[in-house]
């Protein structure tokens, strides 16, 4: 179908709308009458969600530090269940004993041409008191090696595989070396593991103030980016081979589970990991002689970098204590009259240090949901579905608590979860909307009803406008009439990834950003002075995504046809095999391997039609009143499982644990979704057995996807 011809069906149902009465279009999923009255139940929530409750409860879970696996960890997960038992909820906790990694000592010294020791902890600051705490440690990569290694540096830009070949070619051999990587353009375990692969000693990875400090704009305490002497903690695992605890793939880490042996365990650094300020790093940098780097190299400290060579050795010590210790997932729980349909949202409770945005922003916005939803509840309404509200534990270790789950209850999950929605740290910025396809014109939906933060225009206008911003200019001159967000790929960085790439539930993740990255990230000021100043004063950003959320909660527990837009995910399917063609092409456009896609073209344009067939009738159903609750029963069984078509699951999780077809984690970027994950890294690899098995794999899979979505009807039982 074409894009105009949507256009006209869509304005059409609009016109059905106004013609009955009703100012506002009616919600997707509910007929007119039912639309009117969830819209008088969902502006009864918008009041009550308040900035100063989230306020109080950022105030009860950013007091201390509370790192995963910690005594502060418990003590914060136990005021998160006490706060939803207060408020009404039924609430669970539940426990697993993971691979955690904290550092018994770290230490950073150069010994030629001088001996000199490097900072490893940020010091007290005046400005934040929360920055003297006497528990605060040094800064760590956790799952680092423990090793001691000393030897000459080389510089190796931001340590991503074409660095090192551009290292190379200028005649610099990094192996048995000690590398510095900076931050930036992908995950730092990917730094660590290249840095492996090439042979290096060690990896010492630092914040340049060109990626997130004075480059970007005014610093700490003036400004949001980052100072001379913060640095950047986090998790060196190799969370490419599956998520979670890294000893326990595709089963849940209870206290006495079988599992891998750390000392061969392909998801643990081999190579000692330190991390620095760039005022420590400087001191490395400023010492290192040899040749000048080559373009995209030089950072943002004022003197020219260089490779390496020289006199310059620098020695790492890391003594890192990894052990499998206890961690607590908390759930709160609105029965809804269904028990076995759940609409889940969750954010992850633990933090490096105080998590004031990170997850404090997130964790307290779930929570104001929670409070409103169950305070509604309370004078009368009942939702369809239940609603889940997940605090999960350990995610700064690699999304440990939410995975633990997600194996723990599979099957449970897959039969029962509606959708899986996550947030975790937002900054006051543009509204970002992340998911399965599926979703996009609800969520779409819902942000048109929610104002944004400024009070001008929809949550919707800023995302908009924030996306026709990025598109490139040849597509601009066209114009915006025609202009739709897309909901970005999910690829990594927060709790979704288990519940989209293993467990295949329908998935949305919402945020605030600011510019992508932000100063105190992960340092020991990340606190509740930092939220105050920078990040949400007054909380006016964590009411607007409390109620974004809150929206999509409510409207997924009470739709009666789940809202869900499958003939979209099609379309998004045929866009991605498009592009796959394009990455076909090496650098004078030839293809480097054998590529024939007509077959799954064909059947995602076949599924596409079909899907829209569905939705047409859906919507003429829900028009016209005549969806019973048994075809919607029905139907709605068989839209729910939809998505897990598109895993695979032929291999046990320990080969496949990412078993999404359509969606994956491109670890060449941040975080980014790689669509087509494993035919991309077939043509990566030039690997034409690959490619063949690859397409093969996505052709099983849309055929699976296409006979599911024929069972499917909203009239009378087939
Ligand atoms: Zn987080």
Same mark, same amino acid.
Request: with cysteine; glycine share 10%; charged share 20%.
């Given at each position: 179908?074409?894009?105009?011809?949507?256009?006209?069906?869509?304005?059409?149902?609009?016109?059905?709308?106004?013609?009955?009465?009703?100012?506002?279009?009616?919600?997707?999923?509910?007929?007119?009458?039912?639309?009117?009255?969830?819209?008088?139940?969902?502006?009864?929530?918008?009041?009550?969600?308040?900035?100063?409750?989230?306020?109080?409860?950022?105030?009860?879970?950013?007091?201390?530090?509370?790192?995963?696996?910690?005594?502060?960890?418990?003590?914060?997960?136990?005021?998160?269940?006490?706060?939803?038992?207060?408020?009404?909820?039924?609430?669970?906790?539940?426990?697993?004993?993971?691979?955690?990694?904290?550092?018994?000592?770290?230490?950073?010294?150069?010994?030629?041409?001088?001996?000199?020791?490097?900072?490893?902890?940020?010091?007290?600051?005046?400005?934040?008191?929360?920055?003297?705490?006497?528990?605060?440690?040094?800064?760590?990569?956790?799952?680092?090696?423990?090793?001691?290694?000393?030897?000459?540096?080389?510089?190796?830009?931001?340590?991503?595989?074409?660095?090192?070949?551009?290292?190379?070619?200028?005649?610099?051999?990094?192996?048995?070396?000690?590398?510095?990587?900076?931050?930036?353009?992908?995950?730092?375990?990917?730094?660590?593991?290249?840095?492996?692969?090439?042979?290096?000693?060690?990896?010492?990875?630092?914040?340049?103030?060109?990626?997130?400090?004075?480059?970007?704009?005014?610093?700490?305490?003036?400004?949001?980016?980052?100072?001379?002497?913060?640095?950047?903690?986090?998790?060196?695992?190799?969370?490419?081979?599956?998520?979670?605890?890294?000893?326990?793939?595709?089963?849940?880490?209870?206290?006495?589970?079988?599992?891998?042996?750390?000392?061969?365990?392909?998801?643990?650094?081999?190579?000692? @990991?330190?991390? %620095?300020?760039? *005022? !420590?790093?400087?001191? /490395?940098? =400023?010492? &290192?002689?040899?040749?000048?780097?080559?373009? #995209?190299?030089?950072?943002?400290?004022?003197?020219?970098?260089?490779?390496?060579?020289?006199?310059?050795?620098?020695?790492?010590?890391?003594?890192?204590?990894?052990?499998?210790?206890?961690?607590?997932?908390?759930?709160?729980?609105?029965?809804?009259?269904?028990?076995?349909?759940?609409?889940?949202?969750?954010?992850?409770?633990?933090?490096?240090?105080?998590?004031?945005?990170?997850?404090?922003?997130?964790?307290?916005?779930?929570?104001?949901?929670?409070?409103?939803?169950?305070?509604?509840?309370?004078?009368?309404?009942?939702?369809?579905?239940?609603?889940?509200?997940?605090?999960?534990?350990?995610?700064?270790?690699?999304?440990?608590?939410?995975?633990?789950?997600?194996?723990?209850? @599979?099957?449970? %999950?897959?039969? *029962? !979860?509606?959708?899986? /929605?996550? =947030?975790? &740290?937002?900054?006051?910025?543009?509204?970002? #909307?992340?998911?399965?396809?599926?979703?996009?014109?609800?969520?779409?939906?819902?942000?048109?009803?929610?104002?944004?933060?400024?009070?001008?225009?929809?949550?919707?206008?800023?995302?908009?406008?924030?996306?026709?911003?990025?598109?490139?200019?040849?597509?601009?001159?066209?114009?915006?009439?025609?202009?739709?967000?897309?909901?970005?790929?999910?690829?990594?960085?927060?709790?979704?990834?288990?519940?989209?790439?293993?467990?295949?539930?329908?998935?949305?993740?919402?945020?605030?950003?600011?510019?992508?990255?932000?100063?105190?990230?992960?340092?020991?000021?990340?606190?509740?002075?930092?939220?105050?100043?920078?990040?949400?004063?007054?909380?006016?950003?964590?009411?607007?995504?409390?109620?974004?959320?809150?929206?999509?909660?409510?409207?997924?527990?009470?739709?009666?046809? &789940?809202?869900?837009?499958?003939?979209?995910? #099609?379309?998004?399917?045929?866009?991605?095999?498009?592009?796959?063609?394009?990455?076909?092409?090496?650098?004078?456009?030839?293809?480097?391997?054998?590529?024939?896609?007509?077959?799954?073209?064909?059947?995602?344009?076949?599924?596409?039609?079909?899907?829209?067939?569905?939705?047409?009738?859906?919507?003429?159903?829900?028009?016209?009143?005549?969806?019973?609750?048994?075809?919607?029963?029905?139907?709605?069984?068989?839209?729910?499982?939809?998505?897990?078509?598109?895993?695979?699951?032929?291999?046990?999780?320990?080969?496949?644990?990412?078993?999404?077809?359509?969606?994956?984690?491109?670890?060449?970027?941040?975080?980014?979704?790689?669509?087509?994950?494993?035919?991309?890294?077939?043509?990566?690899?030039?690997?034409?057995?690959?490619?063949?098995?690859?397409?093969?794999?996505?052709?099983?899979?849309?055929?699976?996807?296409?006979?599911?979505?024929?069972?499917?009807?909203?009239?009378?039982?087939?």
């Amino acid at each position: 179908m074409t894009f105009r011809l949507l256009t006209i069906l869509a304005m059409a149902a609009c016109g059905a709308a106004l013609a009955q009465g009703p100012a506002m279009p009616p919600l997707l999923g509910f007929s007119p009458a039912a639309s009117v009255e969830h819209r008088r139940v969902e502006s009864q929530f918008m009041s009550t969600v308040s900035s100063d409750a989230i306020s109080n409860i950022h105030r009860r879970v950013t007091r201390t530090p509370h790192v995963a696996g910690s005594t502060a960890s418990m003590e914060v997960a136990e005021e998160i269940r006490r706060a939803l038992a207060d408020a009404g909820l039924e609430t669970e906790v539940h426990e697993y004993h993971v691979l955690l990694s904290t550092p018994r000592s770290v230490s950073v010294a150069i010994t030629s041409p001088r001996q000199q020791v490097l900072p490893v902890t940020e010091p007290a600051m005046a400005q934040d008191p929360d920055s003297a705490h006497p528990e605060l440690g040094p800064g760590y990569v956790a799952y680092s090696a423990s090793a001691k290694v000393a030897s000459p540096v080389v510089y190796v830009n931001y340590g991503l595989p074409p660095d090192y070949a551009r290292v190379q070619a200028a005649g610099v051999d990094v192996k048995g070396k000690i590398v510095i990587a900076r931050y930036g353009r992908s995950h730092r375990a990917v730094k660590i593991h290249t840095a492996q692969q090439a042979g290096a000693a060690g990896i010492v990875i630092y914040s340049d103030p060109a990626d997130d400090g004075f480059a970007r704009g005014l610093t700490w305490p003036e400004g949001p980016w980052r100072a001379e002497s913060q640095l950047q903690r986090g998790n060196g695992k190799y969370s490419w081979f599956w998520h979670g605890d890294p000893l326990s793939p595709g089963s849940a880490a209870t206290r006495d589970a079988r599992v891998l042996d750390p000392a061969s365990a392909p998801t643990l650094p081999r190579i000692p @990991a330190v991390v %620095l300020s760039w *005022k !420590a790093a400087s001191e /490395i940098l =400023t010492r &290192l002689e040899g040749p000048p780097v080559p373009a #995209g190299f030089q950072g943002g400290l004022p003197f020219t970098y260089r490779l390496g060579g020289g006199r310059l050795t620098v020695s790492l010590n890391v003594q890192m204590d990894t052990s499998r210790r206890p961690i607590r997932n908390v759930i709160g729980r609105i029965r809804g009259r269904d028990l076995d349909r759940w609409v889940m949202l969750g954010t992850h409770h633990d933090a490096w240090t105080f998590g004031g945005m990170d997850p404090g922003g997130g964790l307290s916005t779930v929570f104001e949901v929670a409070r409103g939803l169950s305070a509604l509840k309370k004078t009368g309404w009942m939702p369809e579905r239940t609603l889940v509200f997940a605090f999960w534990d350990a995610e700064e270790f690699g999304l440990v608590g939410s995975t633990e789950y997600a194996e723990a209850f @599979a099957q449970e %999950l897959r039969e *029962k !979860a509606v959708v899986y /929605i996550n =947030t975790d &740290l937002y900054m006051r910025g543009r509204f970002d #909307g992340g998911g399965t396809p599926s979703l996009r014109d609800f969520l779409v939906q819902v942000a048109r009803d929610v104002p944004a933060p400024s009070g001008t225009g929809s949550v919707y206008d800023g995302w908009r406008a924030d996306e026709w911003r990025k598109v490139p200019a040849e597509r601009k001159r066209a114009g915006d009439a025609g202009f739709e967000v897309e909901l970005a790929a999910l690829g990594s960085g927060a709790d979704f990834v288990a519940f989209q790439d293993h467990l295949g539930l329908p998935t949305l993740q919402m945020e605030f950003d600011f510019e992508g990255s932000y100063g105190t990230y992960h340092s020991n000021y990340d606190t509740r002075w930092y939220v105050e100043r920078f990040s949400d004063p007054g909380f006016a950003v964590g009411r607007t995504l409390a109620q974004v959320l809150g929206l999509s909660v409510m409207r997924l527990a009470a739709a009666q046809a &789940l809202p869900f837009r499958y003939s979209h995910y #099609g379309r998004k399917i045929g866009e991605f095999l498009d592009s796959a063609s394009t990455w076909n092409y090496d650098e004078e456009g030839r293809g480097v391997v054998k590529l024939n896609l007509l077959s799954p073209r064909r059947l995602a344009a076949v599924f596409t039609n079909n899907a829209n067939a569905l939705e047409r009738q859906i919507d003429a159903a829900l028009t016209s009143g005549t969806l019973t609750p048994t075809a919607a029963k029905s139907l709605n069984d068989g839209l729910v499982r939809l998505e897990q078509a598109l895993l695979d699951e032929t291999e046990p999780a320990q080969e496949r644990w990412y078993r999404h077809v359509i969606y994956g984690w491109n670890i060449y970027s941040l975080y980014e979704g790689q669509p087509l994950p494993g035919l991309a890294e077939a043509i990566r690899l030039r690997d034409q057995g690959a490619v063949d098995r690859e397409v093969a794999r996505i052709e099983t899979a849309l055929t699976r996807l296409l006979k599911a979505v024929e069972g499917l009807s909203a009239g009378a039982a087939k």
